[in-house]
């Protein structure tokens, strides 16, 4: 089946349906938190199988557990990639492992998209060395979602941490990798990007940033988006933007923050419904609204970052996720490899570098200071 | 008085009290909301003096309405600068804005301190420009304080946005002067500092970052603080950290996500307390309760980032701030010119640049690879 993983049960139907590869192992919650994430989620796809990449001997009575080995096809792999793993060791030593088998399935076109709660880094690293970047693209990037003002309630941020730097052309790729998410992932016919900056206006900033902001303003006619210009960091839930492009550090940052500000806000909230008798019953009677809220800007709902840019989606789910964080990312998947976005992105990026001028060469300056 | 102003209603005390330089215009909000913060302000600091600069026609009557013209002198400055004015502009001709002039009070030691909610990039170009650099600061920093779980409900973060960039002798200022202000305005003897990172583990982030992290501990015993090592945005209001570092880029784009986050948390909150007619009551209920968590995040309250580095303390206020963020700026700024943190700093930084081998140097690779 993939290099190391073995299939045990029922074989896969040669044609029609989803099926998604999962890496079982390596999230701080362990496979049982998968398993039973799995078990979620099928429960509301019978259309989906999986392939679930792990140690045979530990899942197998998960899937039992669960009843689901109708749906579920157990690929073994003897090891597993840790959260402290270099890239570079996973790179070289990972071929036994669930990541690296879970992502080969995708490679040999068993599954149309992998999900992993493993080690970010090292799942970008062997996706990528595996997969392959799709022509035109020079850095793949994470895109996440952001609980957002617009109608949908959400807003892609990209990248979110594939990599720490993103050059002007990067970011230009970003940006129509971002807008063909939002199109074929949420459907949006014309998407609104912004690129992020420490102001909105135009002399601010690095100068990457500037002269992306030019790069992205000319692209956005002909590649069917909508460029608003620069956006800070309190757009990111705006309603004026769906995309927000930024490279990785700054995107991984500001992702980490606004979570890091969620959880201590609801900290605070529950102390403070806690604090007096009459707060107390006060919970009681909104119980149902905060529920809504919360659901509203749950991380877990939203979990799933989805790599752009490479021959194969790949989903990563929080470490950290529980089961239904789980389901969460499988869904995403199911509904990423049902629209065949991941051919679709990679038909937009090589219709756009092949039409446009070297990215650069555009840039030259215009006036001659010698003649000037 | 000033290069522009002239003073106009009581002479200042020569000796005694905190003189606080006042820039009246330039603000999102009119003078009107400044000199109703400095009323507000004034209540509580009779020991007070402020040097209020800008145009004398607008400025009179709002001080002599709010019967504060005993603590107030005016100092007349025709121009304001816009938001929307670049730093190089306003160097080469702001001499005659209120700015400029609320500034150069510092520099001419008739206040010790000097606040303004205009446009930040003007202030930090004009305050470098005038009170200098102190000796062993590269690049000056913007301090602000961010709501965390610590005892004192708040973190110190640097640079949020004095500078785009800083590389690793610059991250390494920031960390000492970072715990000088925690250490003199916050009152924490031996600071806890962290290095904001898209991971904690020491092979992540970018080279500068691997470089800092060396250097700062290197610093740490030597100049009382504690090195907790790389942090991440979720740990922004961590309680094991009470300063973070990081460069004015990431650190502008941290504070705008936080301040985003909190701000469509807020409304969503107010929306779900609207949703039913349970809700409303419970939303009367729990007033009180709610009302205590707002006032602990309310951005107004913390309002004021510090310029760190300069001949001289200056104090920023948010453009948008309203009479209570105006307030709270005075008080930090007031604090701030008490206990003599400008001079504390310089002679934190002289002593420690004074008594290391220039940065850099002592990261030469210690092992010879030609002998190994």
Known sequence: MTQNGTATT??????????????????????????????QFLAKAPDARILLHGRQDVLRPLVDKRRISSQVTLCDAPDVVAMSDKPSHVMRNGKGTSMWSAIESVREREAQVCVSCGNTGALMAVSMMRLRKIE??????????????????FNVMLDAGADIRADQDDLLTYALMGASYARNGM?????????????????????ELKVAHELIARAAPGADFEYVGFVEGGDLPS???????????????????????????SELLREAFRKTPLSRV??????????????????????????????????????????????????LAHRLAKSGFSDKLAARV???????????????????????
Chains 1, 2 share one sequence.
């Open 10 to 39: 029922t074989p896969l139907p040669k044609a029609g349906g989803v099926v998604i590869s999962v890496d079982a192992m390596g999230g701080d919650s362990g496979p049982a938190t998968v398993v039973a994430g799995i078990a």
């Open 136 to 153: 035109g693209v020079n850095r793949p990037a994470i895109a996440c979602l952001w609980p957002s003002r617009n109608a949908s309630g």
């Open 187 to 207: 459907g949006i016919t014309r998407p609104r990007i912004g690129l992020l900056n420490v102001g909105v206006e135009e002399h601010k900033g690095r100068a």
């Open 239 to 265: 309603s004026r933007i769906d995309v927000i492009v930024t490279d990785g550090f700054t995107g991984n940052v500001a992702l980490k923050t606004g979570e890091g500000t969620a959880s201590l806000i």
């Open 282 to 331: 006060a919970a009681l009677l909104a119980m149902t609204s905060l529920r809504r809220l919360s659901k509203r800007i749950d991380p877990r709902r939203v979990n799933g970052g989805v790599f752009l840019g490479l021959n194969g989606t790949v989903v990563k789910s929080h470490g950290s996720a529980d089961a239904l964080g789980v389901a969460a990312a499988l869904k």
């Open 350 to 372: 090589a219709a756009f570098s092949a039409f446009t001028p070297e990215p650069g060469t555009t840039d030259a300056p215009e006036v001659d200071d010698k003649k000037g």
